[in-house]
């Protein structure tokens, strides 16, 4: 019986694999093109989840978009030291007050199946983007567009209803290509899934939830890449991709605190970098309620907490502290803008100044509060939410906790999945406080996050900020072209959000990613790390998958 | 007989129905909408996520939804997914080979080992034999899982690098020859196997051993050995044949359970399986494809039942079953 069984496995074993063999041979012949470049090597990288479209329009996963930015150009990119270059454009020029850019476009340009690429292409592009039936959540961008026009097949003329500064970099957007969608349902369309582009790497093969495999493309216009081939490997947990890498069978991955922090004998074969991310972590507050509509118990809050205190036991010291909205390598944060220094004793008087003293002697501070005309006594006592599944937010809660009871303020820690915590707390406003992150892009215009008129249900000003001052600056900024004073207007607001402490701004967290020995190319920038991923190659005699 | 499972297959019916609407409603009253995984970022504006609602038709009233729903599935569509827009059945049916394959290779190995250990212990039963597996079962049957997990990716993949650490295939399975591919995928599934396998074996050799002890107990094993029968052929022949049986109902009961699969797993091996599929699935609520898992698996359990208890008539034959009419005349 148990032969029987045996044989029974066997015959499972032999069908099941020869069925995950069957789309063998379509591999295989990519595979022989790739001998013609021996000398290139393959690049592993890591991903937590598999991607979702590897369609720019569609994709809001971080998954997709490290694929879809191989693969797709925009017209305009971001060099090292975060200037806006062009990419597809040649050149471009901004007319009539900013509300007009006429984008020249580059010439040799093909897409991975040979076709050129032409001015109908970015139209499509710009048609699809603002087309309702399109399922993305970024048409609100090019919504502002007035009109679109393609005098000749290498110029794009955009006019705008009104000026609107960040326009330039909204055409980073990846273009796709007109010939393989038109007519049909780009929701639906099997290139999602096998896209066309004009960038370094063209699509080669994905199986769902295992790895998703890009081919150099030699005939791109920016020149054949340095390698010949990714891998992008879905390992769904942080902790096994570490022991992948330190089996040597990943060439990239992004790394823990604590990881990073490991022994050296872990990354014999790794080298490691740090550099700021475009990102903060912040405590916000509903300044609708009591007490933190007033701005001296938030500011004494402020006062109370000690981020070095987080950013060493929680980020194990990789990580700066946050004093506003703009992280320290954008050119909009304000380097003179004091933080609000570390003193218990401080935030204490300050909150006996708004009326918070402990009456009782219940270790938690009390406040005399009228309702409907009814005096009654009040601890200082607040909820503060963050979403499960981040370690680091709960620890830094639990920090936060017990430096605030030093003052004499109870804080209850509540931690909720997700979808709840942005469907029934977030988007609703119903919450006290609390600890979130905000992954921004390389322009400074924040509109959707504090201007006053984003605070309805919904919307991401949902701790209904509201400055005039801040307000005036947001909309100014947005108009304005002129580098300096644009520079002028956002350290500006820099100051005022951080002197409201309508959140307060906990760190900057930094990227932590690894790149093993063998490549040459490298090098931290201002814009991060994979700025000139298209010229990193193996080192001479180093190479290590040549297939 | 065939009326009765005829019987059987339609009052199914409904249970199904029952469990698709209970299904529905427990997910589309779960907080939370599949634009709430959009990315969170001021790239994203409020009313995007509301053009994307209106897309998901989910701006409409549950009933009509579900009614909506439950049209498509009469003709087999079970809808697209909210997260790539592909068909829900389709993301199933490329994740269901790698699933059946661990799955019914563990299954194997829970019963082959559990069965044999079980036994083992029974004939050697108070011997050191029997506390030293006892003892390991135990230890088996308490262990995390997910730690033994790790444990073994350490020792295996790292210190003695003779086994892959996660995945299911090497990145030159395309490059490799037919039988290379067979050794590469068998390499990857001893530790996944080894390890989803362990506390099942664990369990099972306790149900083994005592159905052992007792056949071995009985009269008909006295009697046989009285009539001059070997013992070994005892052991084979009469005693365990008996002791089988509610082996074999345990059996049944895990059958559906080969196309679930588990999520902690298959996190920890980067398996490409269907516990992975119905976690993300549901954390993202993306209710087409949580629908078409549910739909699928309540069907294979429902029929899963069905023969289970029509394989007991003929494996045991004092078991029969009524086809409703004599039911009437005995009573």
Not at chain 1, 413 to 433: C, G, L, M, P, Y
Not at chain 2, 225 to 230: E, I, M, N
């Amino acid at each position: 019986m148990r032969r029987a069984a045996c044989r029974a496995a066997i015959l499972f074993f032999a069908i099941v694999s020869y069925e995950a063999c069957a789309p063998r041979r379509n591999e295989n012949t990519v595979g022989g093109a790739a001998k013609d470049h021996q000398s290139r090597d393959t690049f592993v990288r890591a991903m937590l989840g598999d991607a979702s479209y590897l369609n720019p329009l569609l994709a809001s996963d971080s998954a997709s978009g490290d694929v879809n930015s191989l693969v797709f150009n925009g017209l305009v990119k971001y060099d090292r030291d975060l200037n806006i270059v062009g990419e597809l454009a040649e050149s471009w020029r901004i007319s009539d007050g900013g509300r007009t850019i006429k984008f020249r476009l580059k010439k040799n340009v093909l897409w991975h199946d040979g076709k050129p690429f032409t001015s109908a292409d970015v139209k499509f592009t710009y048609e699809k983007l603002i087309d309702p039936k399109t399922k993305t959540p970024y048409a609100s961008d090019y919504l502002l567009v007035e009109s679109l026009s393609t005098p000749d097949p290498s110029s794009v003329v955009v006019r705008y209803k009104k000026p609107f500064a960040p326009a330039l970099e909204s055409w980073g957007m990846g273009i796709i290509p007109k010939h393989v969608f038109e007519g049909k349902d780009i929701n639906t369309h099997p290139a999602n899934r096998s896209p066309i582009g004009t960038g370094p790497f063209k699509f080669s093969g994905w199986k769902s939830d295992e790895r998703i495999t890009l081919e150099a493309f030699d005939d791109c216009f920016e020149g054949a890449p340095g390698i010949g081939r990714i891998v992008f490997r879905v390992v769904p947990d942080q902790s096994v991709q570490f022991l992948e890498l330190r089996n040597d069978s990943l060439d990239f991955m992004s790394l823990t605190p604590d990881q990073h922090n490991a022994y050296d004998v872990f990354f014999r074969r790794h080298d490691k970098f740090r550099y700021a991310a475009f990102q903060y972590a912040y405590l916000g507050f509903n300044l609708k309620r009591r007490p933190f509509d007033d701005p001296r118990v938030r500011r004494a809050i402020a006062h109370a907490i000690d981020k070095s205190q987080i950013i060493d036991g929680v980020l194990l010291g990789i990580g700066r502290a946050a004093t506003g909205p703009f992280p320290p390598q954008s050119w909009a944060h304000n380097p003179d803008v004091k933080d609000f220094e570390y003193d218990p004793a401080k935030a204490r008087a300050m909150l006996e100044s708004a009326g918070w003293r402990d009456s009782d002697k219940d270790g938690v501070l009390d406040n005399i509060v009228v309702e409907n005309g009814v005096r009654r006594k009040q601890n200082f006592e607040f909820t503060v939410m963050t979403n499960q599944g981040n370690k680091i937010r709960a620890m830094a809660a639990e920090i936060i906790q017990s430096e605030l009871a030093a003052v004499g303020i109870k804080m209850n820690i509540r931690i909720v999945e997700w979808s709840t915590f942005i469907h029934q707390f977030i988007n609703k406003k119903n919450f006290d406080a609390v600890i979130l992150a905000w992954n921004l892009g390389r322009d400074p215009d924040q509109y959707s996050i504090w201007h006053s008129a984003e605070s309805q249900e919904g919307k991401y000003n949902f701790v209904s900020y509201n400055n005039p001052e801040a307000d005036a600056l947001i909309e100014r900024g947005r108009g304005t072209f002129d580098a300096v004073e644009r520079r002028r207007i956002y350290r500006r607001m820099h100051k005022i959000i951080h002197d409201d402490a309508a959140y307060i701004f906990l760190y900057y967290p930094d990227s932590l990613p690894v790149v093993h020995k063998r490549f040459v190319g490298p090098e931290v920038a201002p814009a991060g790390l994979g700025w000139n991923f298209r010229q990193w190659r193996a080192a001479p005699g180093k190479i290590k998958y040549a297939s | 007989m065939k009326k009765y499972i005829f019987r059987r297959i339609i009052h199914s019916i409904p249970v199904l129905f029952g469990i698709t609407l209970l299904t529905f409603f427990v997910m589309q009253t779960a907080p939370g909408k599949p634009t709430d995984t959009v990315e969170f970022s001021a790239r994203v504006s409020a009313e995007s996520k509301q053009r994307l609602i209106k897309l998901y038709e989910l701006d409409k009233p549950i009933h009509v939804r579900y009614l909506k729903w439950l049209f498509r599935l009469a003709r087999l569509d079970f809808g697209n997914s909210f997260r790539d827009d592909r068909p829900a059945i389709k993301k199933i049916a490329e994740r269901l080979p790698a699933t059946l394959l661990l799955n019914i290779l563990s299954l194997g190995v829970i019963f082959a080992g559990g069965i044999t250990l079980g036994a083992l212990c029974a004939v050697r039963h108070k011997t050191f034999i029997d506390n030293f597996v006892t003892t390991l079962v135990f230890v088996g049957y308490s262990l995390p899982a997910f730690w033994l997990a790790l444990m073994g990716i350490i020792l295996f993949g790292i210190n003695l690098g003779i086994l892959p650490i996660s995945g299911l295939r090497s990145l030159n399975y395309d490059f490799l020859p037919w039988w290379g591919k067979i050794a590469d995928v068998a390499r990857h599934l001893v530790l996944p196997v080894a390890i989803t396998s362990f506390t099942g074996v664990a369990g099972l050799t306790r149900y083994a051993k005592s159905g052992m002890l007792d056949a071995l107990k009985s009269d008909y094993a006295r009697f046989a050995r009285a009539k001059g029968v070997t013992e070994t052929r005892v052991i084979f022949a009469h005693a365990l044949r008996n002791a089988l049986l509610p082996v074999i109902t345990i059996m049944g009961l895990s059958i559906p359970g080969i196309i679930g699969g588990g999520f902690i797993f298959e996190t920890i091996f980067a398996y490409p399986g269907m516990g992975r599929l119905g976690y993300e699935a549901i954390m993202s609520r993306d209710y087409p494809v949580v629908m078409a898992i549910s739909v699928i698996v309540a069907a294979l359990t429902l029929s899963g039942n069905i023969i289970a208890d029509a394989a007991y008539a003929f494996a045991d034959p004092r078991i029969r079953y009524s086809d409703g009419k004599n039911r009437r005349r005995d009573s």
